[in-house]
């Protein structure tokens, strides 16, 4: 009946056995409680106290080993407490928050009933684009359907009508944006009165500057919900807020973040700006046609003049980027979801928690500014329940050796300096060139020219040389 633990200094979450409560310095405001194991893992969801309906939902789709971050975090947050945890992308944190919400949220409705009222949340759950959005929705109905749950979504790009009728009938689960979430809170279209649990999803990208005032006002809405925030990354900047916090979170740091993937190949390859183009349409030539991937750039105006350019020499691309509308994005996403398309050629846009199943590679046409955004990157490969081994490709010149020293560590098995700031991108020692609309319009002819004379070579026009706009 007793719980044995390992040494603080080699520390993750203990689990609670038998009934046996967290040992006291656990609850101390704000501590970081990192990679700490009990000598008695927790290899089932059945010993991390989930309803029966769960596991048997679970088993069915073959899931059967809990993910480090869903061992560690389900019994914290089962037993209500606001925490903060970090682990890799694509290793299962959509499903270490759900689970213990859904539960929760089922629990209470046992005891209080379920609610009637409209547009009032017992559970909310905030993400950082509106693909996110829609992705987080899928995955939690995926599970919610056991304790018959309701889960809507809410997002910026959506019309009225639409919107309306998300919230026009009672949500146990709702899903959405900060910035969209606050402006119906602001407006009184949204009651959060009756909240019991808040998630805070890719929160290294909520809490940077620019979207932390809309986050900060739905935290500290009155009432004592549990807080909850889960990240890839875990930059100080954001440890010195998150100690700040007045719910005091308990930090969770599993054994894999801030690291590469395990089952990896990388590859960097040197080759001059102008000839990008060509030395994407080799490696695609020699990549297994039956092999679908995500080729990432750094703005939205390259995305759009990549995709051109390597449509035209017969490669098949979906590009989505912010210059999209958002039903043209979401329509791209559908597309290459149902199979159009070879690979996705996009921006961080589609590096923050898009989940395709059947990606092998990660091709970085651009590397980008910060270590942190190419681990978002090649977390599109490797993923949870993935078999295989992903490819990863960086293409690379001399303004990238900064980064390239980073990328060089992290596939050696170092983890990343978490040092880094929340916003702005890393000084880089020559500023990458600029496109602007002339430049795409000029990719475009000069890619409709190589379809007709494929001897010709189609460099990327240099455009104007300058500092990097942000996508």
Known sequence: GKCRYNTPRTSLIPYPLDGVTLPRQFHHPARTVARFLPKRSLVSFSELGLLPEFIEMLSGREIHDPTPVQRSTIPALLGGASAFAVARTGSGKTLAYALPMLQRLHLLEQAEGMTEQRARPRGLV?????????????????????????????????????????????????????????????????????????????????????????????????????????????????????????????????KDAHAAPEKLRVQNLAVRHEERIDATHDLLNELPKAERGILFVNRRERAAQV????????????????????DERKAAIKKFRAGEGRFLVTTELGGRGLDISDLRWVLNFELPERPSEYLHRIGRVGRSGSTGTGRVINLHGPQDAAILQDIKRLAAGARLDTGEALRGPRLREKAQPRADRKVVKAAAAQ???????????????????GRPRRK
């Open 126 to 254: 905030l993400t950082s684009t509106r693909e996110l959005v829609g992705q987080t929705v899928r995955a939690i109905k995926g599970v919610a359907h056991k304790v018959r749950a309701r889960v809507r979504g809410v997002s910026g790009g959506m019309r009225a009508k639409e919107q309306g009728g998300q919230l026009s009938e009672p949500v146990d689960v709702l899903v959405g944006n900060p910035t969209r979430i606050a402006s119906l809170v602001r407006s009184g279209g949204l009651d959060l009165s009756d909240l019991r649990v808040m998630v805070v999803d890719e929160a290294d990208t909520l809490l940077s500057p620019g979207q932390r005032p809309d986050l900060e006002f739905l935290l500290n809405q009155p009432g004592a919900f549990q807080r909850c925030y889960f990240s890839a990354t875990l930059p100080e900047p954001m440890r010195q807020l998150i100690v700040a916090r007045p719910e005091k979170p308990i930090i969770l740091i599993s």
């Open 307 to 326: 995709a051109l350019a390597l449509t035209a020499l017969g490669h098949s691309a979906v590009a989505i980027h912010g210059a999209m509308l958002p």
């Open 447 to 465: 890619a409709a020219q190589a379809a007709r004379t494929p001897e010709r070579e189609v460099p990327l026009p240099a455009g104007r040389r």
